[in-house]
């Protein structure tokens, strides 16, 4: 869950929300929805503690059309958004190392075609790094190298270490003011705060996202009925009460009005009370974490549309192993393609709304499967379940549908065409599915 979002995301929080009270009401609402989901997946994991995760839950509790549609969005939109916006993260972080890094090369002036909203697209050396990064990590995924499990907790505990180490030293060395938590409330009607709560939320469950991958490789974890629910609630909880603890020493340190255009808000924070160099090396400890989370990203996400492609529901190229260093190569030059395109198409904050739009969507769908195998499959056995049921899960599905709408009415051409990408796979699905019949047979 910790990753580049906490880093980042209180200063595009801030630029949206407009005061405050909106961002930490994101943080709330944001930590409570992931709790929720958290909640609800801890029965579905406890219950079947499956490889895959999702694509077994949708599966079993909805049919196998829904299980493909999740593996399709991960394999086609999900991962690669995912891993492209880790990438344009870590381009964001050396941007603050060389400032040059976010010259523009060009820019272009649009009019959104459904908002009407002007859009200002700038190519900067940014987008190249971020292609850069995503082609090294690919290759090396290739090769076989890759980091240990040691090592990725290493860089967790580096990341953690990170933000207490600025919450820590913000409020004992910072010269900050109480007055900087100025403007508190929000200024404008309902509806309008109501449009700058959702998408500072949206900026939120980026952070927030990660509570779900657990269950992923449920039938590899020791104990899951006890050791899931612990894990996702516990952590869940976590990661919300340092999220709080960094807005609160971001907006101690600097006005708002610093922190809602700072594109690099960690950094800036560290170098308002101990100097850019300081800043400079928190920031490469940033660089390294970010680089360690876009390696596993990319380790983890090939395995989809490799094991798709092995089922007969996917590409075919996606199912070659290389001969020699048994990696699939092919699953990991798609995953990088697609991810290399997005990361050259849009910036850390298009990237973000992409994921956890598509995420989303399949996050309330396999809630919904939750419910339906409750009453398929009632004998089912469930070594924990969900706490508030069916209220918790419920205000999940809703929480999740209000603020999927919101991306699409916000970010309405990215998002349609993720959209569209994800419905495209229906178009396959058939073909796919009686070829891998004949197979069988």
Known sequence: MVGTGIFLKPGEMAAVGGSVSVVYAAWIVGGLLSLFGALSFAELGAALPEAGGQY????????PVWGFLFGWMHSTVGESSSAASIAAGFARFSSFLIPAIAVPIFSWH?????????????FTWAQPLAVGAI?????INYLGVRLGGRVQVALTILKIASVLAIVAAGFWFGHGSMEHFHPFWPVGSGLGTMGKFF????????????????NRVGSEVEQPQRNIPL???????????????????????????SVASSSHVASDV??????RGAAGWITIAMVIAALGTLNSSLLSGARVPYAMSRDGLFFRVTGIVHPKFRTP???LIFQGTLASLMALTGTFEELTSLFVFAAWIFYALSVVAMFRLRRISPGLRRPYRTWGYPVVPALFVLGALALTVNIWIERPVRSSIGLALILSGLLFYRAWRDRSVVTAD
Not at 205 to 214: F, I, N, P, R, V
Not at 234 to 247: A, C, D, N
Not at 270 to 275: C, Q, R
């Open 329 to 331: 190569g092919g699953a």
């Open 199 to 214: 998408a500072a939320l949206a900026a939120a469950l980026w952070a927030y996202d990660g509570w779900e991958d657990l």
């Open 231 to 257: 894990a996702l609630i516990g952590g869940t909880i976590l990661v919300g009460g340092i999220y709080l603890l960094f807005s609160a020493v971001c907006f101690y340190a600097l006005p708002f009005a």
């Open 135 to 139: 082609a090294l990590f690919t290759f």
């Open 270 to 275: 560290v170098a308002s009370f101990a100097g």
């Open 56 to 63: 077994a839950y949708l599966r079993k509790g909805l049919g």
């Open 110 to 122: 649009l009019t959104g075609p459904f908002s009407g909203k002007p859009y200002d697209f700038e």
